[in-house]
């Protein structure tokens, strides 16, 4: 996707740009919430990324969790569809974007591999009770809630 936001960006600039996304739900054995550490330093967030042309969504959720946790995961079912001014997000680069994020309940397959993408310093499971803030405002009830 890199290629294509980076073409929008050499147009637009910085200016907002909606970006149609995906999101993962995916919970361990004890029902805590796999998170994704930012490289960057950015708050923590669900295993995500934008839908690049000729993706489906869920093909893009698909692909975005095995580059960004190692995870090959199925989809179980959508949780819920996200976007408007709440979704906005300044990157520390200045570009701004809005998403619009079909959230997905995933399970866990099996292991591929380590993260492969550069966006990824750590995954961790989080309990309800030690779970930081994330980057986009997803409800925390909803999160926790997905069987």
């Known amino acids: 996707m890199a290629s294509y ?18 999101a993962a739900v995916i919970h361990d054995d004890d ?11 950015e708050a923590w967030s669900l295993p ?19 580059e960004e946790t190692g995870l090959k995961v199925s989809v179980h079912k959508i949780i819920d569809v996200f976007g408007g ?3 906005r997000y300044v990157y520390p680069n200045g570009d701004r974007v809005e998403y619009v994020v079909t959230l997905f309940a995933c399970h866990i397959e099996r292991h591929l591999t380590a993260p492969t993408d ?15 803030a994330l980057a986009l405002p997803y409800p925390k009830e909803m999160l926790f809630s997905v069987t």
């Open 5 to 22: 936001i980076t073409a929008l960006r050499r147009k637009i600039g910085a200016e907002l740009l909606l970006v149609p996304s995906v």
């Open 31 to 41: 029902g805590r919430l796999l998170l994704q550490e930012k490289a960057s330093g």
């Open 48 to 66: 995500a990324g934008a839908i690049e042309p000729g993706e489906t969504p869920e093909e893009a959720i698909i692909r975005e969790v095995a």
């Open 85 to 87: 001014k709440a979704f």
């Open 118 to 132: 550069s966006e990824t310093r750590s995954i961790r499971y989080f309990s309800n009770e030690e779970m930081p």
